[in-house]
T-cell receptor
Framework: EPEVTQTPSHQVTQMGQEVILRCVPISNHLYFYWYRQILGQKVEFLVS????????KSEIFDDQFSVERPDGSNFTLKIRSTKLEDSAMYFC???????????FGSGTRLTVV | AQTVTQSQPEMSVQEAETVTLSCTYDTSESDYYLFWYKQPPSRQMILVIRQEAYKQQNATENRFSVNFQKAAKSFSLKISDSQLGDAAMYFC???????????????FGEGTQLTVNP
């Protein structure tokens, strides 16, 4: 069964450093998403991406965050200057269409120290 | 804005028994999707079951079924013949119809931690 692949599975970074989280969506999917989950809290939407541009973003997704699809397979989330409160599990997801359900990756656990 | 509420932070069930997890939501839309996701200790998000609001028939996937009450905005998950592997955090989620060019967001509830006792 096709999977959404995320790397790395766990990343530790120092406060103020830039991090890039990587995702390889399912190959025929057209819509891509990032979500995050702070430990013990609900899963929160960050951003959706379609046709090489952001289609929707949440209030969490401020200027510190950016997304990019640098080639035909990768989808990345960049955090420019990490803060302690950015520590969370980050999930990438993709869907074939804009409607219905989608498939999540296994997540990247980001720890900011 | 849409909201999703799971009023049961924790539930427990005996192995082989049946358990029902509750979820309510609030929306002004008439067409939408509802989902239950399972998150085991590995923290991966696994789709358990989905329901399209325009369908009156309740969705079923093997031991998992839902009770979708559109007028009451209720979407409960029933797990029959519970197994030890069912132990996980369960999230209810809502997705509006959005559009073909927007890919609308999922809104999640707070989650219900299910324990299965042998």
């Amino acid at each position: 069964e096709p999977e959404v692949t995320q790397t790395p599975s766990h990343q530790v970074t120092q406060m103020g450093q830039e991090v890039i989280l990587r995702c390889v969506p399912i190959s025929n999917h057209l819509y891509f998403y990032w979500y995050r989950q702070i430990l013990g809290q609900k899963v929160e939407f960050l951003v959706s991406f379609y046709n090489n541009e952001i289609s929707e973003k949440s209030e969490i997704f401020d200027d510190q965050f950016s997304v990019e699809r640098p080639d035909g397979s990768n989808f990345t989330l960049k955090i420019r200057s990490t803060k302690l409160e950015d520590s969370a599990m980050y999930f990438c997801a993709s869907s074939e269409r804009g409607l219905g359900g989608y498939t999540f990756g296994s997540g990247t656990r980001l720890t900011v120290v | 804005a849409q909201t999703v509420t799971q009023s049961q932070p924790e539930m427990s069930v005996q192995e082989a028994e049946t358990v029902t997890l509750s979820c309510t939501y609030d929306t002004s839309e008439s067409d939408y999707y509802l989902f239950w996701y399972k998150q085991p200790p590995s923290r991966q998000m696994i789709l358990v079951i989905r329901q399209e609001a325009y369908k009156q028939q309740n969705a079923t996937e093997n031991r998992f079924s839902v009770n979708f009450q559109k007028a009451a905005k209720s979407f409960s998950l029933k797990i029959s013949d519970s197994q030890l592997g069912d132990a996980a955090m369960y999230f209810c989620a809502y997705r509006g119809r959005g559009g073909e060019t927007s890919g609308s967001r999922l809104t999640f509830g707070e989650g219900t931690q299910l324990t299965v006792n042998p």
